[in-house]
């Protein structure tokens, strides 16, 4: 997925440079946005209740978000805790 990205984000690198701006780029795992509830809670370890708090957090501090393309109904629930946001 990382080369997928490479253009797009070059491309903001470059827009970053010509407005004089610095591009400083966070990665979240769109699925640590997820609040495991229910049976999921009990079957995820500690660390992952840890990476949803740390991947929100690191949403909150973004002054804008890059969402690259996907697929399925995953993707499409992720994208809306985003926009949601």
Same mark, same amino acid.
């Given at each position: 997925?990382?080369?997928?990205? =490479?253009? #797009?984000?070059?491309?903001?690198?470059?827009?970053?440079?010509?407005?004089?701006?610095? &591009?400083?780029?966070? +990665? $979240?795992? !769109?699925?640590?946005?997820?609040?495991?509830?229910?049976?999921? !809670?009990?079957?995820?370890? &500690?660390?992952?209740?840890?990476? /949803?708090?740390?991947? +929100?957090?690191?949403?909150?501090?973004?002054? %804008?978000?890059?969402? #690259? %393309? %996907? =697929? %399925?109904?995953? /993707? $499409?629930?992720?994208? &809306? /805790?985003?926009?949601? =946001?």
């Amino acid at each position: 997925m990382m080369m997928d990205l =490479f253009i #797009p984000i070059q491309s903001d690198q470059h827009a970053a440079i010509a407005c004089e701006r610095d &591009l400083d780029l966070i +990665w $979240v795992e !769109a699925a640590t946005l997820e609040k495991k509830t229910g049976t999921e !809670a009990v079957d995820e370890n &500690l660390e992952s209740a840890d990476d /949803y708090e740390t991947a +929100w957090a690191k949403l909150k501090s973004a002054d %804008g978000v890059i969402v #690259p %393309g %996907g =697929f %399925g109904n995953r /993707y $499409v629930k992720n994208l &809306l /805790y985003i926009i949601i =946001f």
